[in-house]
């Protein structure tokens, strides 16, 4: 190999996804391509024990993300070489990830889609060897966007129809923020600052002005007019850097009343909400928006239902998952073939020791059931044969079959699907007080 | 709408971090470069006004990631071409941005330095227009890599001596999990599980096996057997998949008391640590060493201090910065020339409405004055001359002169000057009990 590094490679090493893995997945490989167990046909499913404290609901996200991870999950020859001089693993492994690419089946619950303890809302299957080692990359993306999505869902849901701009870039890792805003999209968001999620992913973007563009301009006015001049009278002004109610006018006289809207991004934003409707209803500026920003969370959000506020911007709070900023979904072997010849028949396996840590065992199918008014009424998850009634509502859909991905979708159809997976929810799932999971999750017998 | 990334688009994403930008700061740009004020000079500064609920001290992560994004900041065609379709920027913008590379200044502390609530950790300086559109990237990196170095101090104090692995990647973002491996290491850790951390960073890397490895096997038996074949007697065997005083037995007989180490990964671990150490001292295997996981966090870590465990693998709690998984670091501006003559002099500005988010205006300089024993007794944040008593303790040093990077420097060095600044703090730093900055910040007149 190599050891110069070409553009191509530093452009294969960027879209490469295999290095985002613990060390101990290709440990474990090597060791099990020397028992010969690696051949051994292996089920993995991705479950959360739990919803975090409180939730209601958690919500699938970042399914999509997934797919482009396991196409791009390729060995490149400096990923190899620097694998091979850190004595990583030895020549025989290092000659099965060169030549590896994902072969086996993953199903999983659609992006979008609600989960409750114990949905089995992904599952990989394959040999040990090509299924163990897409462990870390698979929960890194599932684990972080749906930890976002949850958050986003609840401020969507708080919202009522009011939208909801994400711009909470700058307080999340750079990377972390473009997938935050994919996530929150799918959770119903309407909009993103990230100008990388807009051109990565399509996701409308908005923004207005900052505090620092009026304080460059020897005076508000001044400020006020070069955004309009250059913007257009359907532009927001940022209008609380210096006295809010002066801002207000000045705001009108220079962009008359046809002004598209005004920020408000600090301070009592429900007193000044209702104030500064007032003064733009006083000033004739009617249609002038009024959009509200500065540490909002869902709570916040539901408190301004009742004031005069047209939109929300949400940054630290959705960043962040809304205090829960990682889910605990898990990868779990959970069945394996009987011996090293992989045709020999799946076995269910199950870690045994500490309560709160054990699995239970066995491929799992999962089915939402409703009630006769076709409300959700719980998540039922079993091994064997899908009952009957059960049959039209089950969650897995196929994403990835024999290799070749399946399941690639328009983010619209996970947006799509997660309102529609909500609304099938009790009413009580998007109460915002802490409560236990809105439907039980229920495992039959036999 | 909803496009498929190709590996060639990870690339160029990769290559730019132009668009990890907020749309704000390229329609301010817009309209700053029509009214003229975009060639004042200014002056942007990073500080937080307080540090997260509870904690005694910050700690500067991402410097030298920022200086690689500063680098990279350069639009290429597709996202120039995207911002016209999306008309987000007219043409004159785009061609301003086609050429765009930063070439003014940047100061900051070191990265590894505490900081207090005041601390400037970083100042940006140039024309409005060349400023300006860094916020984003700027705040992005230093909120989330600062975040976990916090965390990462608070946790490597609490372990005395006792290694540290860091092992979150699957409960953080893919890319933000590298990062946060970074900021662990700045910050006192010995090593990752991360494996493009070690790739990209030189970190090194470390891991052991999961349940899945044992649960592929017929027997537990057969899996230590097949993991010491392939990784020799230093390896680090699992013990908590089944029974734990039997798999300490079957650990010592199949690898003998040369074993390195076991892993306990569930359970009551002071009570197990000091089971499983008295067991493997009665097999014999007295140099054997023990290692917990397991939720663990900088208080479990603390209240395993006197249990007979050697070394500490910590996931969630790390990479989600221990309960504050971002800082409030905000990117002001502070001074600007009085005209659109970058030449006339710089006056101080802020912004005045609401006090919580009121802002100190002027350029500023920072030192800590320590006491006649040598222990950090005050953050001194002042504008104009700096005492002469303070000059040899000043904070910041330069990272960018004139567009050209001069801070780079190799990451041991931010890790060592990390440990000398903790060091120098007031011992109740480090208590983990929720406390106020354990220094105070001054701000001298005159």
């Not at 020549?91 to 994902?102: E, I, K, M, P």
């Amino acid at each position: 190999m190599d050891a110069v590094p070409t553009p191509a490679d530093a452009a294969a090493d960027a879209a490469s996804t295999a290095l985002l893995t613990d060390r101990y997945e290709l440990t474990m490989l090597q060791a099990a391509l020397r028992s010969g167990a690696a051949r051994r046909r292996s089920v993995f499913e991705v479950f959360t024990r739990r919803l975090p404290e409180g939730r209601r609901y958690g919500v699938v996200a970042g399914t999509g993300r997934v797919l482009d991870a396991v196409e791009a999950f390729r060995f490149t020859a400096p990923q190899l070489d620097w694998l091979s001089d850190q004595q990583i693993v030895d020549d025989s492994t290092l000659a099965w990830l060169a030549d590896y690419r994902f072969g086996g089946d993953i199903r999983g619950y659609g992006e979008g889609e609600c989960y409750f303890p114990g949905s089995p809302v992904m599952v990989v299957e394959g040999s040990f060897a090509e299924a163990v080692i897409l462990e870390t990359v698979i929960l890194s993306i599932l684990n972080y966007d749906s930890a976002i999505a949850a958050a986003a869902s609840r401020m969507s849901a708080a919202a009522g129809g009011r939208p909801l701009i994400e711009m909470g870039a700058r307080r999340a890792h750079e990377q972390a923020a473009v997938s935050a805003s994919r996530a929150a999209y799918v959770a119903g968001f309407a909009a993103t600052s990230d100008l990388q999620a807009g051109f990565r992913y399509g996701i409308p973007t908005a923004g207005t002005s900052a505090h620092a563009f009026t304080l460059l301009h020897d005076s508000e006015r001044d400020a006020f007019t070069a955004q309009i001049e250059s913007m257009g009278r359907g532009t927001t002004l940022l209008i609380d850097t210096y006295d809010l109610g002066e801002a207000v006018r000045t705001a009108i006289e220079v962009a008359g009343t046809e002004l598209g809207a005004v920020r408000i991004d600090s301070g009592d934003l429900l007193m000044l909400a209702h104030r500064v409707r007032r003064q733009l209803d006083e000033l004739g500026a009617e249609k002038t928006r009024i959009t509200v920003t500065s540490d909002l969370d869902e709570y916040a959000i539901a408190a301004l239902g009742t004031a005069p506020v047209d939109g929300y911007g949400v940054g630290t709070s959705l960043v962040t998952g809304s205090g829960q900023p990682t889910c605990a979904m898990v990868y779990k072997l959970v069945a394996r073939s009987t011996s090293d010849d992989p045709d020999s028949p799946l076995i269910p396996v199950e870690k045994r020791s500490a309560g709160a840590k054990s699995s239970r065992g066995g491929r799992k199918w999962s089915a939402r059931r409703l009630d006769a008014d076709g409300v959700a009424e719980a998540e039922v998850v079993g091994t064997g044969t899908v009952p009957p009634e059960l049959a039209d509502r089950q969650l897995q859909i196929p994403l990835v079959l024999a290799g070749r991905t399946v399941g690639r979708e328009p983010l619209a159809d996970a947006r799509a699907r997660h309102l529609r997976s909500r609304e099938q929810l009790p009413m009580s799932a998007t109460q915002l007080s802490k409560g236990d999971p809105v439907i039980p999750t229920e495992y039959p017998t036999g």
